[in-house]
């Protein structure tokens, strides 16, 4: 079995992962293109951030800190995130927005299959659960958007096809197993990525054949974030998301 540091440290990837990409989502509330999407976005934000919240509540009971998803949430500093670079891309357009939630949803959504059919941990399976069928609708709504604008008119095919060359070089992030992700992949705790990659580009293929986009040649992909390195954005973004919090500490829904 791995050890409560172990544990935690990989539990922790997964939960700033949907904090970072659901705080991302948010930022649509009143922008959204149609009132549909408005609807849709901020559901799919929830669902991450739910998500999120579920893990960092069980991360929170493994250490035995008396440290709560809140804490988890608003009271670290930049680097101590370890979410992948890919869900703090900013959202651009509405184009860069559905490719980058295909690609989290097209990986997460086998990901949480494979945590619920394999995991050695209770806790992990029941949030699995409800998560997989939440990531199922993530992909099967963005893959229907990447299509329908990469196959449109000629300024959304342009915009969707800008998203690939900006967002494609961030996806290998997605399959790097940190060293704590190692160990719990050793001890039955989570999934390999590697297992399912064939699963990933299988769909991601599939999508690009029917929108009509080109897979692009990355020959080096865009790591660091499971270190806590970030790019610009991500203190921008805390500094939102963190606001309240840090504003009138201690205050409590």
Partial sequence: MVNAETAVAAILEIADDGLILGHRLSEWCGHAPILEEELALANMGLDLLGQASALYAYAGKLEGKGRSEDDFAFLRRERDYVNCLLVERDNRDFAHTMLRQLYFAAFMQPFWRAVAATSNDETLRGIAAKAEKEMAYHLRHSGEWVIRLGDGTDESAARMA?????????????????????????????PDPESFRAEWDETIATVFRAAKLALPEIRVMQKGGREGRHGEDMGHLLAELQFMQRAYPGQAW
């Fill in 162 to 190: 800008e998203a690939v060359e900006e967002l494609h070089r961030y996806t290998g992030e997605m399959f790097m197993a940190s060293p704590a992700r190692q160990q719990a992949i050793a001890s039955g705790l989570l």
